[in-house]
Each structure stands twice: as structure tokens, then as C-alpha cells.
């Protein structure tokens, strides 16, 4: 399985925009690249997802590096709501179970 | 949609029992994932269906752990016998098939097992 690397934590003020980087050197051409959330106390919560294009919807954007091995998603301007582990994962068209690492723990300051 | 709808939302039993975790999926979905999420292991996919077949269980623990899904709108994960260490959060996801479409996560069973 294609693996993906993300800082264990950051910290953003509320209000700011939040930059999340991914690392995902050994992507192949053609896995989706994913990203979830999970706020405390709940399950997962799929956030955006894209294969090459810069993807935009209205919890964040999704912007990917022309060669792929790296992603980030862009909280254009994060909230208190917004204080979860934000998971990046790369999802193969030929299998499409989701492998979750231990994710990016954000904490949001008021 | 009420979403995917798990239950009990949590379980206390005794050790050597057996407990039955249950999942309703989004209807329309042809995929359903069980995970089980620990502090000391995060989260780990137990198994995956895909139209109610099962495609990977390499992720069951052991033999004491099934899953099965009858039909397109419920699943069941058991544990017979329970052992303390079973304790986690147990979470049910579904989808539409392929890479191209995000998971909807139930809202969890946590199972605590004495």
C-alpha cells in the first residue's frame, strides 16, 4: 500500500487560514488521494478528495502538487469546530479500501 | 438519509461472552467496512464487503472475530468470546464502489469488555 506522511500536530488561531501537508512520495498514477477528519468523540468525516487537480467544496480545498507526491488541504479559515485529526490517504482504483495513518492532530486557538 | 446507523452506540460485557455489533448502511452503497480504533493502534480495517461479499478480512484478528452481511442493508460483527483486550471503539463505514467516492463513517460502537 502506497503510504503517506503528515506532521503529528499543529496548531492554528481560529480564524486563520490552516495550511495540513501531506507527503506521498511513492503515489502511483492512478490513487485517488483522500482526506478525512474526526473530531473528538465521533467517527471519521470525509472532507475532499481529488486524483490531480486542485478540488475545492465547502468544508476546504484540496490543492496537489503537479507531481503528485505531495497534497494539502486548506482550511480557508479555521473555526473551534474545526479542532480534529485530519487523516491524508491515497486510495487505489484496483482496491478501494481506505488504510488510515495516525493523521495530523489539529488544535485550533481562540 | 439517517446516515450509517450502528448499534448499540456502547456495550459493557463480561469476559467470554459474545457480542453482536450491528450496521445499517446508506442504502444504494455496495461497500461496507468494519474498523476497530485503540489509542494504541489507531484505526484498523478489521474487514471490507463489496456487494455483500466479503473481499478482505486479513485485517480479523483472530478466529474469535466474524463478520457477515446477509443482505445489502445490514451487517454484523461478532466476538465470541469477548476478552478485555477486544475494548475499543468499533466503527462501521460505507460507500459506493471505487476510488473515486468518500466513505460515510457510523457514529461508532464503544465496547468495553470486564
Known amino acids: 500500500d502506497a503510504k503517506t506522511t503528515q506532521p503529528n500536530s499543529m496548531e492554528s488561531n481560529e480564524e486563520e487560514p490552516v495550511h495540513l501537508p501531506c507527503n506521498h512520495s511513492?503515489?502511483?498514477?492512478?490513487?485517488?488521494i483522500h482526506w478525512y477528519r474526526q473530531l473528538p468523540s465521533q467517527g471519521p468525516e470525509y472532507v475532499i478528495h481529488g486524483l490531480t487537480s486542485n478540488v475545492n467544496n465547502r468544508m476546504a480545498s484540496l490543492a496537489i502538487a503537479e507531481d503528485r507526491k505531495s497534497s494539502t488541504l486548506i482550511l480557508h479559515r479555521a473555526t473551534l469546530r474545526d479542532a480534529a485529526v485530519y487523516y491524508c490517504i491515497l486510495m487505489e482504483t484496483s482496491y478501494d479500501k481506505v488504510i488510515f495513518g495516525p493523521g495530523t492532530s489539529l488544535s485550533v486557538i481562540p | 438519509d439517517a446516515g450509517v446507523i450502528q448499534s448499540p452506540r456502547h456495550e459493557v460485557t463480561e469476559m467470554g461472552q459474545e457480542v453482536t455489533l450491528r450496521c445499517k448502511p446508506i442504502?444504494?452503497?455496495?461497500?461496507l467496512f468494519w474498523y476497530r480504533q485503540t489509542m494504541m493502534r489507531g484505526l484498523e480495517l478489521l474487514i471490507y464487503f463489496n456487494n455483500n461479499v466479503p473481499i478482505d478480512d486479513s485485517g480479523m484478528p483472530e478466529d474469535r472475530f466474524s463478520a457477515k452481511m446477509p443482505n445489502a442493508s445490514f451487517s454484523t460483527l461478532k466476538i465470541q468470546p469477548s476478552e478485555p483486550r477486544d475494548s475499543a471503539v468499533y466503527f462501521c463505514a460505507s460507500s459506493f464502489s471505487g476510488a473515486n467516492y468518500g466513505y460515510t463513517f457510523g457514529s461508532g460502537t464503544r465496547l468495553t469488555v470486564v
Open positions: 511513492t503515489i502511483s498514477g492512478t490513487d485517488y
Open positions: 442504502s444504494g452503497h455496495n461497500s
